[in-house]
Structure formats: C-alpha cells, structure tokens
C-alpha cells in the first residue's frame, strides 16, 4: 500500500475526555495534561470541508514539533511529547489508536490561553495588503509609499487581532491590545512573536521558502509562565510562498493551497459555486495536489521526508 491509498483522517473519538473540537484539532484531557490530535482536515473562509488531506495533520505536527526544538525564542513552550508509543504504554485503552495517533499527536501543557492573535507580516499581503492600499498603514503602523502586493516590508511588524468567536478575525491596534492586556503583557507578546518569527524566517529562507506572515498563540502555564502554545510557522497558521516564484505586484501563489484555490476559481468561473458556503466538493486531484504540498513544505524545511511517506 502507498500513502496515496491511506484515507485522511477527519474524525477521531478516543476513551478519553474530550475537551474541545477546533477545525482542525481534536482536544483531550490526559490527566492534568492536554492531548492536541491534528486531524487531516482543511478548512477555508473558517469551515471545514468534508474531505481530508492526507498526511496534513503529520505535517502539522512534525512542523510544529521541529520549530519547537529549533527556536530559542519558542522556549517555554507546551510541548511535553509526541511519543505516541509512550503515550499508548501509559495510557493502553488509546493501543487500537495507535496508528491514528502516530505523528500527529502532542501532549501538551494544558495553558489558559490569552485570546490575542500574534499576527506577525514579513510582507503585504491579506487584510495587511488591504489595509494598507486603503490607508497607508498596517494597525496602525505607518509604511512607506508605493510597496506592492506581495512585497517585503522594510522590517517585520507586530499586527494583533483577536479572536472572533464567529468569523473572521479582527485586527486591533497596538495601543488595543495594551488596553486590553496591559502595556507590560502586550510588549512581551511583541517582543516574542517577531523574535520568533525572524528566527524561523531566516531557516525557511535556506530552505526555499518565504514565510510571508504568521500567527503565534500563547498561554499561561501552571506556574504563570508565558507558554508558546497551538501550532507554530506551520503552513495553516502562516502564508509559505515558494521563494522561487515570488513575484510582487499581485497575489502569490500559495505553497500548500494552490491546488485548492485554481479548483475554487474554476468552479466559480464555470458558474457551479458562487463563492459562498455550502463548499463544493473537492476532487481526488486536488486532494492528491495539496497533500503532496504540504509533504514538500514539510520535506523542505525539516530537510528530510515526513516518515512514512514517499
Ligand atoms: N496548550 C494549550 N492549552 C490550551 N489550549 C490550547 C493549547 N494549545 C492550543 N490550544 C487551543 O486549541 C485549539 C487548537 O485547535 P484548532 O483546530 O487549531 O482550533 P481553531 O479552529 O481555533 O484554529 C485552539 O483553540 C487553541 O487556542
Ligand atoms: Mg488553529
């Protein structure tokens, strides 16, 4: 059997409290402790089609795992493990979950999360590029004249927004955020962010791969300490482009979701969809395409392949 035959996986129910359903992530309690399973579902315009990627909560996982190890400035963090056959010897109900768990399952410090999005932009792009076509500044910050969609900003820049319970996110200013979380709270989420994401930047850089922006989402820990939690410069909480084929002046193309978005246009342009919810449904072509994607993404910056795959 190859990967290509492997179903995704979009469901996982295991015998253990279940604490909270994401888009993504199936949330479970593990004693004190959190389990966080990425399932391989894809979502866009926050809802969840009804096909799975395959792989794609691996590579979650593995990316979220590398950058963990690698970023200074991701320390404290909480990851405790992603052994699942240590998990599955403490815990033998989750054996028959074996295989389901493996690669894409984190034991996590359960934190309390600070409802702030730590939106960091290395270019123009999204509501950055739309806001500041329209005003000249992103959250506030003032930007020099004549960049481009698609262009690097002079220096990255701290964009927080917050998390809306329904919909999209909304971005708050800076001085927001102070009022919200206080001025000590709100530089050391600044501070953090861009830190972590100039060094992840310069190791994707090597690799191929711009990271055009990116949200990070901390927590406090047990001991009130400032947890990076959540997943980290992983291809759903960050635009990868491909360095390659960089070229602003309009949208670029995305490393993972391309093959979505051409199917998307083309069911719009046909006339089959009008751009709304319901989602049509996706091909195996597109399914197959994004998956092989996010396998690269993940083949690039760790240097090797995601293991079991080809
Ligand atoms: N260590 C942690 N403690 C508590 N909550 C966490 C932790 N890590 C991540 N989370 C939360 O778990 C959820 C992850 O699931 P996901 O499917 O990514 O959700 P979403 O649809 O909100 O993006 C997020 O709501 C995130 O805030
Ligand atoms: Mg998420």
């Given at each position: 059997m190859t990967t290509r035959d492997i179903q995704a996986l979009t469901t996982v129910a295991l015998p253990l409290p279940h604490v909270s359903r994401g888009k993504v992530r199936e949330m479970f309690a593990l004693g004190d402790d959190l389990l966080l399973v990425a399932t391989d579902r894809l979502s866009a315009f926050d809802i969840v089609f009804e096909e799975g990627i395959p792989d794609k909560g691996r590579v979650l996982t593995g990316l979220s795992d590398f950058w963990f190890n690698r970023l200074d400035a991701a320390r404290p963090h909480h990851r405790?493990?992603?052994?699942?056959?240590?998990?599955?010897?403490?815990?033998?109900?989750?054996?028959?979950?074996?295989?389901?768990?493996?690669?894409?399952?984190?034991?996590?410090?359960?934190?309390?999360?600070?409802?702030?999005?730590?939106?960091?932009?290395?270019?123009?792009?999204?509501?950055?590029?739309?806001?500041?076509?329209?005003?000249g500044s992103v959250a506030g910050i003032r930007l020099p004249e004549g960049l481009r969609r698609g262009?690097?900003?002079?220096?990255?820049?701290?964009?927080?927004?917050?998390?809306?319970?329904?919909?999209?996110?909304?971005?708050?200013?800076?001085a927001e955020l102070e009022q919200r979380v206080g001025e000590s709270?709100?530089?050391?989420?600044?501070?953090?962010?861009?830190?972590?994401?100039?060094?992840?930047?310069?190791?994707?850089?090597?690799?191929?791969?711009?990271?055009?922006?990116?949200?990070?989402?901390?927590?406090?820990?047990?001991?009130?300490?400032?947890?990076?939690?959540?997943?980290?410069?992983?291809?759903?909480?960050?635009?990868?482009?491909?360095?390659?084929?960089?070229?602003?002046?309009?949208?670029?193309?995305?490393?993972?979701?391309?093959?979505?978005?051409?199917?998307?246009?083309?069911?719009?342009?046909?006339?089959?969809?009008?751009?709304?919810?319901?989602l049509p449904g996706l091909p195996d072509s597109a399914i197959e395409a994004t998956s092989e994607r996010y396998r690269e993404a993940y083949r690039r910056i760790v240097a090797r392949p995601l293991s079991g795959a080809d």
């Open positions: 405790i493990s992603t052994d699942v056959d240590a998990l599955v010897a403490e815990t033998p109900s989750l054996e028959p979950f074996r295989d389901a768990l493996a690669g894409r399952t984190m034991r996590c410090v359960r934190a309390r999360p600070i409802a702030v999005e730590c939106v960091v932009r290395g270019y123009l792009e999204g509501s950055g590029w739309r806001e500041y076509r329209d005003t262009d690097e900003l002079p220096e990255p820049i701290f964009t927080p927004a917050t998390k809306a319970v329904e919909g999209h996110d909304v971005n708050i200013s800076c709270l709100a530089a050391r989420l600044r501070d953090r962010s861009l830190s972590l994401y100039r060094q992840g930047r310069e190791h994707a850089r090597d690799r191929g791969i711009l990271l055009a922006d990116t949200k990070f989402e901390f927590g406090w820990g047990p001991a009130e300490e400032l947890l990076l939690i959540d997943e980290v410069l992983t291809p759903d909480s960050s635009r990868f482009w491909d360095a390659d084929e960089w070229s602003p002046g309009g949208a670029q193309l995305s490393f993972d979701k391309q093959p979505i978005r051409d199917f998307l246009e083309a069911e719009r342009e046909a006339g089959r969809w009008n751009g709304a919810p319901p």
